[in-house]
């Protein structure tokens, strides 16, 4: 919780207890129907206790945390029955461990609380309530829906925190940590604000399938009538960046997410580059009706990519591309070709798959492009945030088959897999961090503190290549050889993250310093937005960890038998 928030309750309980008290939350009438009956509840954010000696009025065995101790003397004072109850805590990681608090609980109750978590912490807060909550316990919070006199730092003018969270990021969120939205309703403000009303909603721990959304992809796949691969590589590019890239999302309307079609054109670049890169070595993988016939690629963006793909060697070609590209070092007569293959491929994007993916069934289209930005619907992009990793696999097993298909199965599957799969050069990229970092004065393993040499420095992908292909230099840092051997694929654990939170800081700031350009493009790439702080980072990058964890399974390092030594490393 944000702590000039935490400060504010505080200095002002005494003053604000009437008004707290003096009314009755209208989440109170849905407690019997949203918890079960003498079942345990945790009021997260109690406040002056009312809402929790409802629960203990209504039968329930409450407790509650909260981070003030002058909101947690006037409960007390006010609700005599809530004495040893009511404990700190404070959200997102300062709540109780269930063992303090009698065990899991049935329930939790979070009104008016979670808006005073920042944004990227609220993924951690959400993960407390998954500790504290037996399988199938429920979650009864509300946020603000609406909340005027907000600035543009989302503060109110006695300089609260109110986090903007849309009901719809909200469920997304809870659903990432295996929650399944059970009902959800608006309130009107109970101390008659106008302007102000709330988000409330029932979500219970189970993790929930939502087909339909699926199913509309999986009708795009196989049922929509194809005359190019377009349509795979839109869904493909929106599941990579759903998965490797969310941050690049934002609010379209109350029904949709955006996403900006220039990042959609990118990742084109690089799907189509190795296959039609292909037809300099004569084994030609048509991508549209007609190209085996006239023995030409007529995508309406291949002959600006043909031409640059002649700019580089045959072979290396994609990757030389994207390590000029990641290191700002695009010759000015390359970055013209490329602008125009983008301006192209945005045309074929919003003309093509766009407009026409799912447009013969029912529901209408799947997306829509307004202002550089495609739009798509909500539950359609939840599932491409949950399932991201094993559709964008899918897709490219049925663009294998399609271009099979189109060549008049004179290709192979595989041929078209492998060229499919071509990505940039870890080994290359490496060496450029490699480099770099080699160079750093007080050069140390980021795990461990202890001095490195060029001889005994490995780099580290922090988020493991396979997981997320990411070679970002953020995502690339030293590590002794032997500790990189024992991490592998695996996940750094958060404590493990936090411990050398100061070296990983260090070492981007290094970074920063060095490669300005490629580490802000980078940077502002995977986040979406300009300005970020070393700190920003480092929570994004921890909030991306545990997004991975959560849907991959991947076990964390280390895995608690054996420690890591860090000396120096907390900032």
């Known amino acids: 919780m944000d702590e000039k928030t935490i400060r504010y309750y505080e200095e002002n309980a005494r003053r604000l207890l009437p008004a707290y008290e003096g009314i009755t939350s209208s989440l109170r009438a849905r407690f019997p129907s949203v918890f079960p009956r003498g079942g345990r509840i945790l009021d997260v954010g109690a406040g002056t206790g009312r809402d929790a000696?409802?629960?203990?009025?209504?039968?329930?065995?409450?407790?509650?945390?909260?981070?003030?101790?002058?909101?947690?003397?006037?409960?007390?004072?006010?609700?005599?029955?809530?004495?040893?109850?009511?404990?700190?805590?404070?959200?997102?990681?300062?709540?109780?461990?269930?063992?303090?608090?009698g065990g899991r609980f049935d329930g939790i109750l979070c009104?008016?609380?979670?808006?005073?978590?920042?944004?990227?912490?609220?993924?951690?807060?959400?993960?407390?309530?998954?500790?504290?909550?037996?399988?199938?316990?429920?979650?009864?919070?509300?946020?603000?829906?609406?909340?005027p006199?907000?600035?543009?730092?989302?503060?109110?003018?006695?300089?609260?925190?109110?986090?903007?969270?849309?009901?719809?990021?909200?469920?997304?969120?809870f659903e990432r940590a295996g929650f399944q939205l059970i009902d959800s309703w608006v309130d009107a403000d109970p101390h008659k604000r106008p302007g102000h009303r709330w988000t409330a909603m029932v979500l219970r721990l189970e993790a929930g399938e939502g087909a339909r959304a699926l199913d509309r992809i999986e009708g795009v796949l196989s049922a929509d009538k194809k005359v190019a691969t377009y349509?795979?590589?839109?869904?493909?590019?929106?599941?990579?960046?759903?998965?490797?890239?969310?941050?690049?999302?934002?609010?379209?309307?109350?029904?949709?997410v955006t996403v900006p079609l220039r990042s959609v054109a990118?990742?084109?670049?690089?799907?189509?580059?190795?296959l039609l890169a292909a037809s300099r070595r004569r084994d030609f993988l048509p991508q549209r009706e007609g190209d085996r016939r006239t023995g030409r690629h007529g995508l309406a963006f291949a002959s600006p990519l043909l031409e640059l793909i002649d700019l580089y060697p045959q072979g290396t070609g994609l990757q030389s591309y994207l390590l000029d590209l990641r290191q700002g070092r695009l010759p000015p007569s390359v970055g013209e070709v490329r602008n125009r293959v983008l301006v192209a491929?945005?045309?074929?994007?919003?003309?093509?798959?766009?407009?026409?993916?799912?447009?013969?069934?029912?529901?209408?289209?799947?997306?829509?492009?307004?202002?550089?930005q495609v739009y798509i619907a909500r539950p359609l992009w939840r599932e491409l945030s949950l399932l991201g990793c094993w559709i964008g696999d899918a897709v490219i097993l049925r663009w294998a088959e399609e271009t099979v298909r189109i060549s008049g199965f004179s290709v192979k599957a595989s041929t078209v897999v492998d060229a499919l799969l071509a990505d940039g050069d870890p080994e290359r990229e490496q060496g450029d961090a490699r480099d770099l970092f080699g160079s750093c004065s007080s050069l140390t393993c980021v795990w461990t503190g202890r001095p490195l040499t060029r001889a005994t420095m490995a780099i580290d992908h922090v988020i493991p290549f396979s997981l997320m292909g990411n070679n970002d230099?953020?995502?690339?840092?030293?590590?002794?050889?032997?500790?990189?051997?024992?991490?592998?694929?695996?996940?750094?654990?958060?404590?493990?993250?936090?411990?050398?939170?100061?070296?990983i800081k260090k070492y981007w700031s290094?970074?920063?310093?060095?490669?300005?350009?490629?580490?802000?493009?980078?940077?502002?790439?995977?986040?979406?937005?300009?300005?970020?702080?070393?700190?920003?980072?480092?929570?994004?990058?921890?909030?991306?960890?545990?997004?991975?964890?959560?849907?991959?399974?991947?076990?964390?390092?280390?895995?608690?038998?054996?420690?890591?030594v860090v000396t120096g490393g907390r900032s």
């Open 149 to 173: 006199g907000i600035d543009g730092n989302d503060r109110d003018a006695v300089g609260r925190l109110f986090t903007p969270l849309h009901p719809g990021e909200v469920q997304l969120l």
């Open 266 to 274: 990118e990742l084109w670049i690089r799907y189509y580059w190795p």
């Open 473 to 503: 230099l953020w995502n690339l840092l030293p590590a002794e050889k032997g500790v990189n051997s024992k991490k592998r694929d695996l996940l750094p654990a958060r404590k493990a993250l936090e411990e050398s939170k100061g070296i």
């Open 53 to 101: 000696a409802g629960l203990v009025a209504d039968g329930y065995e409450a407790w509650g945390v909260e981070p003030s101790a002058a909101f947690r003397e006037c409960a007390v004072e006010r609700h005599p029955e809530l004495r040893e109850r009511i404990l700190k805590g404070v959200l997102p990681d300062g709540l109780p461990e269930p063992e303090e608090l």
């Open 345 to 372: 491929a945005e045309r074929a994007i919003r003309e093509g798959p766009v407009r026409h993916a799912g447009a013969v069934t029912e529901s209408g289209p799947l997306f829509s492009c307004r202002a550089k």
């Open 231 to 256: 349509k795979f590589a839109l869904i493909r590019a929106l599941a990579e960046i759903a998965v490797r890239k969310p941050h690049l999302a934002a609010e379209g309307d109350g029904n949709h």
């Open 111 to 147: 009104s008016a609380v979670l808006q005073h978590v920042p944004r990227h912490r609220v993924l951690e807060a959400i993960l407390q309530f998954k500790k504290v909550l037996r399988q199938g316990g429920r979650v009864l919070l509300s946020v603000p829906l609406d909340r």
């Open 510 to 564: 290094f970074a920063m310093e060095r490669r300005t350009e490629r580490f802000s493009l980078e940077v502002r790439e995977w986040t979406g937005r300009s300005g970020v702080t070393t700190e920003d980072l480092f929570e994004l990058v921890c909030e991306c960890i545990e997004f991975l964890a959560l849907q991959r399974g991947t076990p964390r390092w280390p895995d608690g038998k054996r420690g890591v």
